[in-house]
């Protein structure tokens, strides 16, 4: 965890504060980090991908420190979590990559 932030709930507030940014600036996120010419990766996608973040966040929040890590599968479509894997396309790395925390 990122020295900045005290504990998990200030890093997932930090991480929709940054979700925002992103959402607010597709284009030139994509740009920044030349997501669509190496990675395919366009604005809908991130747009999409901070959608689906931003929607879980709260939840997070919402469940005790000490039952987290641990969900069920709620959700379908191509962010569904599934048998371990965060997101089909994205592993857990390219993922945190992709947010820059």
Request: hydrophobic content about 35%; charged content about 25%; glycine content about 6%.
């Amino acid at each position: 965890m990122s020295s900045r932030y005290r504990n998990e709930d200030d890093r997932l507030h930090g991480a929709e504060k940054h979700l925002h940014g992103i959402q607010a600036h597709l284009q030139d996120y994509v740009d920044l980090w030349s997501l669509e010419e190496f990675e395919g990766v366009t604005p809908a996608t991130i747009r999409e991908l901070a959608s689906h973040l931003l929607n879980e966040i709260p939840e997070i929040l919402g469940t005790p420190l000490e039952q987290r890590g641990h969900r069920e599968q709620k959700s379908t479509g191509p962010f569904a979590l599934r048998q371990g894997t965060p997101f089909p396309r994205f592993s857990p790395r390219n993922l945190q990559s992709l947010i820059f925390l």
